[in-house]
């Protein structure tokens, strides 16, 4: 069984999580994770959408079966300039927005440049607005103000700012002492890593794969249709994603999350059923759960006609698409049931 090297973790997380990769942003993440791939000797290829491929030849060629991360993020895109130099927004996938209140932010620019900004409320002084407090955190209620001297539209498109740039907000990427992995975008980098560190083993002690296996790390996930992408051939497909905490699911930061059913209905019976079972015979922490607000890239694989049985597994995440965390327990029992599905 793969070991759960922590201090690689934490190295390899540390890189994947500092490099801003909101959906529709990817090309900088998605060149970073081929480096990692093509250190360890496998055969990848950047498809038109972004997406990187990983191809591997296993000990058995009777199937292609697949896996993925995504490694796009929840992000913003300017709207539009204010006459008196703020950015109003849109959201790029889904992000809780009253939590982005007062989170500093980096704008990249078509033209390559970068500025920083902070996301406030647009009754953002107490000692001015009387709904200061009370106001809706909502997307068109909050804007960027930007750490230059800017006073109106002009003085904002001099920098080089224009509608549809990149809004990136900052991840505060921390792991604690007590095992915690504390950031934004836990959804869906924490899965990215996983599958480095599994890549970075097998390639480390020359592991062979059981049969031909496709590695996804796909993009625009966030709004739906990250995995329409993969391979038509693939037969098996077991998705990494986060796992969901609240209410009566079960799941929880320190196990691995086995989804039976989402928004899209239910996962592959069989393939679920094995993945329940692999769990259970290698004593992980594991538990087997319906997400009521959820869709993967199962649902975006079936919907771009891939025949194939779908399951998806990851670690529980408490406060998706807030301020989120896990347990580098849960990440370990991520990777180890992975592993078991791919090579024990
Ligand atoms: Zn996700």
Do not use: W
């Not at 591997?56 to 009777?62: A, V």
């Not at 292609?64 to 950015?87: E, F, Q, W, Y």
């Not at 982005?100 to 002084?125: F, M, P, Q």
């Amino acid at each position: 069984m793969i070991s759960f090297d922590q201090t690689y973790f934490k190295k390899v997380a540390e890189d994947i999580f500092k490099c801003d990769s909101p959906t529709g942003y990817t090309h900088h993440v998605i060149k970073l994770v081929k480096n990692y791939v093509d250190a360890f000797g496998y055969d990848s290829k950047i498809l038109n959408s972004g997406a990187l491929e990983v191809s591997i030849k296993g000990t058995d060629s009777s199937k292609v079966v697949a896996t993925s991360a995504h490694c796009d993020t929840l992000g913003l895109m300017v709207r539009s300039i204010k006459p008196n130099g703020k950015l109003a927004l849109t959201t790029l996938g889904g992000p809780i927005t009253p939590t982005l209140d007062s989170e500093y932010c980096v704008i990249y620019t078509r033209d390559g440049r970068k500025y920083t900004g902070t996301i406030v409320s647009t009754s953002s002084a107490v000692h001015v607005y009387k709904d200061a407090n009370s106001k809706s955190r909502e997307i068109d209620e909050l804007e960027v103000r930007l750490d230059e001297k800017v006073f109106s539209k002009e003085d904002v498109e001099k920098l080089g700012i224009q509608n549809g740039d990149i809004v990136a907000y900052e991840t505060k990427f921390t792991i604690t002492d007590s095992g915690f992995l504390k950031t934004r975008f836990v959804d869906d980098k924490a899965s990215v890593v996983i599958l480095l560190m599994l890549l970075n083993y097998t390639s480390k002690h020359n592991i062979k794969f059981k049969y031909d296996t496709k590695i996804y790390f796909v993009v625009y996930e966030e709004v739906g249709h990250g995995a329409s992408v993969v391979d038509k051939n693939i037969s098996e497909f077991v998705t990494l994603d986060m796992g969901c905490i609240g209410l009566d699911l079960a799941g929880n930061e320190y196990a691995v999350s086995i989804c039976a059913k989402d928004s899209g209905g239910p996962y592959d019976y069989e393939l679920t059923t094995k993945l329940i079972s692999m769990a259970k015979e290698n004593n992980l922490d594991y538990t087997v759960d319906i997400f009521p607000f959820y869709g993967s890239d199962i649902g975006a694989a079936r919907r771009a006609g891939v025949d194939m049985k779908g399951a998806l597994i990851g670690s529980g995440v408490s406060a998706s698409h807030g301020m989120e965390r896990t347990h580098l327990k849960g990440i370990e029992n991520t990777l180890k049931l992975i592993y078991t599905y791919l090579i024990k």
